[in-house]
């Protein structure tokens, strides 16, 4: 069943205990002369105009508050939040009470002095928490629900890449060690081949060994990266047009570990690198926030381009457990020019 359904069921049901725990406590208090009480023909009014500003207010609260504050760890904001449900309440409260109802009916339900600002929106603000906590509560037990459900996604998913792994992975130590034999015989002889053996053996070190980890300071991703595009550079040498560009400062920001790779990867197995006039293009800025990777190249003509794939499918899922929403991540295909950006927080 759709998550969004199920959401609806809940606040439907939520909707049904609330009337009839009022049906109770007319019972409980009224006997049954007061069972109904609120619900007899002619309708309470006024009843039902508490339960429209309550909902209102559990609405906004749930779909509006929560994941801008308490989603977002923002308790601060969220303490404001409250503050503007409470007058939300007291006002729809007041204009289907106060002015429209009264408009029909010629009473007031508060007597003048009673129907002002502050002490009105005081008086409701009891009726508003109530309102406030509920919301709250089921916005948690969702939110719960929903971070459970990612961990266990993120973890079928590190366990089948693991398993691949394991399933295409020659013993690392032999082929550390071959590396290490050609760096030593190349040093004298050859000493550039022989720094770029060395180099090409840091970055299978770092997939293998150090990556494992679920963060990784920027500054090892970025050598990562770099590192990978040097090698690429020697391989086409002079066909290779590519613009590659960092600003900000690259210091021991924690970021997640092979997210980056993802985007730069694509242009050299997806992407048009040998135009002079169109070169692809890879740009990382960095704030004192967060960190941010463009790229753009031109759509080979021998590769089909979409939105959607395994590999994306799956970051999306890993920055979604890690990040909720708090990130950005886009794809855009234009005019056979791919772009991408990611937008990602450091976490502390």
């Not at 459970?148 to 690392?172: F, G, V």
Request: hydrophobic residues 40%; contains cysteine.
């Amino acid at each position: 069943m759709d998550v969004n359904k199920k959401q609806w069921y809940f606040h439907i049901g939520l909707v049904l205990i609330i009337v009839l725990m009022d049906l109770f406590s007319d019972y409980v208090y009224g006997g049954g002369k007061g069972f109904f009480r609120n619900f007899q023909l002619p309708l309470n009014y006024n009843q039902i105009i508490m339960y429209t500003a309550t909902f209102t207010t559990y609405a906004v609260n749930y779909y509006i508050i929560c994941p801008y504050t308490l989603g977002k760890k923002h308790y601060w904001r969220f303490a404001i939040g409250v503050l503007y449900l409470i007058i939300i309440f007291g006002r729809v409260r007041y204009l289907l009470e106060e002015v429209i109802l009264y408009h029909f009916t010629g009473k007031h339900n508060y007597f003048e002095e009673s129907r002002k600002f502050w002490f009105y929106t005081f008086d409701n603000s009891i009726f508003a928490i109530k309102s406030i906590l509920y919301s709250a509560v089921v916005y948690y037990f969702f939110e719960f629900a929903a971070n459970q459900s990612r961990l266990h996604k993120l973890e079928l998913d590190y366990n089948k890449a693991e398993l691949n792994l394991l399933k295409s992975q020659i013993e690392p130590h032999f082929l550390f060690n071959t590396l290490n034999t050609f760096y030593t015989d190349l040093i004298d002889v050859q000493p550039k081949v022989a720094k770029d053996i060395y180099r090409l053996s840091q970055l299978l070190r770092y997939v293998t060994y150090e990556a494992g980890n679920e963060f990784m300071p920027l500054s090892k991703e970025i050598k990562f990266i770099e590192d990978y595009i040097y090698l690429h550079r020697k391989r086409f040498e002079d066909t290779l047009f590519l613009e590659y560009t960092v600003e900000g400062i690259v210091g021991e920001q924690r970021v997640p570990s092979l997210v980056f790779i993802h985007f730069v990867e694509n242009i050299f197995k997806h992407g048009m690198i040998n135009s002079a006039a169109f070169p692809a293009k890879i740009k990382i800025q960095i704030t004192e926030r967060e960190v941010i990777i463009e790229t753009s190249n031109r759509i080979s003509s021998s590769e089909k381009y979409t939105n959607t794939g395994i590999g994306k499918d799956n970051l999306e899922r890993r920055l979604s457990a890690i990040y909720k929403e708090d990130f950005v991540l886009l794809y855009t295909n234009s005019n056979d020019v791919f772009t991408t950006l990611l937008q990602l927080p450091f976490k502390i």
